[in-house]
C-alpha cells in the first residue's frame, strides 16, 4: 500500500520516488526497497509526508483516524490511547508491533500513531478485546484497572518510555543495510533521553556467545566507540562483518573471546589491532519465553 500511494502521489505531483528521495536528501536506492514491499523508518516517512504535504497515515494507507474536531475533554481521554496499548503491552509482555500483527493490523500502523489518534472504532475493539480491556479503558475514559492487571502494580512514566527499533543483524543496525531491515520495535525505559538515542537492539544468530546468548536473543546495545576490558561488545571486523564478543585487551593485542568453547578466541597483533572497531556495548540480554 505504501508504494502505491507513493506512486500515486508522485504522478499528480509530476515527479517521481527516485526524485523525491534526492529531494529529501536520502539514498535512491531507497526506493527499490521500497518498490518490493520495503517500508521505510519513522523519520524518513515524515519526510516524505512533509514533502507532499501529507499525512503519514495517508502514504500507509492506514486504518488511523485523527481525532481533529474532538471537544477539549474528549480528547484529553483519546490522548490516552497510545500510552494505554504501550502499558497492556509491557504487562502482557509482548511489543506493540507482535500485537499489531495477531489483532490484523500492520506494525508500520502503531509507528506512527500519536498522542492525538485512534484506530477506527472496529479496530479498537479488536484491541480491546485481545486484551481483555474496555474500549473506555484503551481511549483513558475508564479509570478502573484492567483485568489481570494488579492494583498495586507499578507502573512506569510513559515519557521515559522509548520505542527502540530492532535490527535482524548486526550490520543492519550499524547502518550497512537498507531502512527495511528493522524488524520491529521494543519498548524501553531509559531516564535520559539522550540515552535511548544511542541504544539500538540486535537479533543475535549463531551460537558462538551460548548459552549467556542465545540465537534468536535480542541484545540492547548502546552506541560507542570504546569499551573496556573484558565487556561484551559489538565489533566490525575489516569494515564488514558484525560480531558480538567479549573484549580483552593486552599490551600489544586485542582479543575477541566467544563464551562457547567451540569458537576459539580471535587474536589481533600490533597493525592488526587497527581491522577492529567497537560498535558499542551489550547492556541487556532480552530472551523469549
Request: charged share 20%.
Amino acid at each position: 500500500m505504501f508504494y502505491t500511494n507513493l506512486q500515486k502521489i508522485c504522478k499528480e505531483r509530476g515527479t517521481t520516488p527516485t526524485a523525491v528521495a534526492k529531494a529529501i536528501g536520502i539514498s535512491t536506492s531507497m526506493t527499490a526497497n521500497w518498490k518490493k514491499g520495503g517500508m521505510p523508518r519513522g523519520d524518513t516517512l515524515q519526510k516524505l509526508a512533509s514533502y507532499f504535504g501529507v499525512t503519514t497515515d495517508y502514504l500507509l494507507g492506514s486504518e488511523l483516524t485523527t481525532i481533529a474536531f474532538a471537544e477539549p475533554n474528549e480528547l484529553n481521554g483519546y490522548t490516552m490511547f497510545k500510552q494505554n496499548f504501550i502499558r497492556l503491552c509491557n504487562q502482557k509482555g509482548e511489543s506493540p508491533s507482535a500485537v499489531c500483527i495477531k489483532v490484523g493490523i500492520t506494525p508500520a500502523t502503531f509507528s506512527c500513531w500519536t498522542d492525538e489518534s485512534v484506530p477506527r472504532k472496529a479496530t479498537l475493539m479488536r484491541i480491546a478485546d485481545y486484551f481483555g480491556v474496555s474500549v473506555n479503558y484503551l481511549l483513558g475514559t475508564e479509570k478502573e484497572n484492567a483485568p489481570g492487571i494488579k492494583p498495586n502494580a507499578i507502573f512506569l512514566e510513559e515519557k521515559n518510555v522509548h520505542l527502540i527499533p530492532v535490527y535482524e543483524t548486526v550490520s543492519a543496525g550499524f547502518g550497512a543495510l537498507a531502512d527495511n531491515s528493522i524488524i520491529d520495535y521494543t519498548p524501553l525505559y531509559f531516564t535520559s533521553a539522550a540515552e535511548a538515542a544511542e541504544t539500538i537492539c540486535i537479533k543475535v544468530k549463531g551460537d558462538s556467545m551460548y548459552p549467556k546468548i542465545e540465537e534468536g536473543d535480542v541484545i540492547q546495545v548502546h552506541k560507542t566507540d570504546s569499551v573496556d576490558s573484558g565487556t561484551i561488545a559489538v565489533v566490525l571486523l575489516d569494515g564488514d562483518e558484525g560480531l558480538v564478543k567479549r573484549v580483552e585487551y593486552g599490551e600489544s593485542f586485542i582479543e575477541l573471546q566467544s563464551i562457547n568453547p567451540m569458537y576459539p578466541p580471535m587474536r589481533f597483533e600490533g597493525a592488526d589491532t587497527l581491522r577492529i572497531r567497537i560498535l558499542g556495548a551489550v547492556k541487556k540480554i532480552i530472551k523469549s519465553i
